[in-house]
């Protein structure tokens, strides 16, 4: 569903905690198939000055493209804080981008 991704860059200093998000090379044409969720292995490892600081595995969830996220935990660090509140990230106006045109349409009587 996705194939090898590297990011390379330089921090401005050391000792510091820094927040990286490469691009991630996705296999579209797999990802259209997905029709329930499904786990996911990704393997991290990180590099400096060309040796290997060890690698990590993680196992994350895809998901349909017709799963709509309506709430993102603050414990996944991945939101931007504006919309944090009591614990989790409100992302109800999402559901805007999942209006089926033709199906709203249709069912409009004029």
């Known amino acids: 569903m996705i194939a090898t991704t590297v990011w390379t860059g330089t921090l401005p200093e050391g000792g510091h905690d820094y927040y990286i998000a490469p691009k991630v090379n996705y296999k579209f044409d797999h990802l259209r198939n997905v029709t329930q969720q499904v786990p996911l292995n990704v393997d991290f490892e990180v590099e400096v000055n060309g040796q290997s600081l060890g690698d990590k595995a993680e196992t994350v969830q895809v998901r349909s ?43 409009i009587k004029f």
């Open 65 to 107: 493209i017709n799963d709509c996220p309506y709430g993102v935990a603050n414990s996944e660090e991945t939101v931007d804080d504006e919309n944090i509140e009591n614990g989790s990230a409100d992302l109800g106006w999402m559901f805007a981008a999942y209006v089926n045109e033709k199906s709203f349409r249709s069912s």
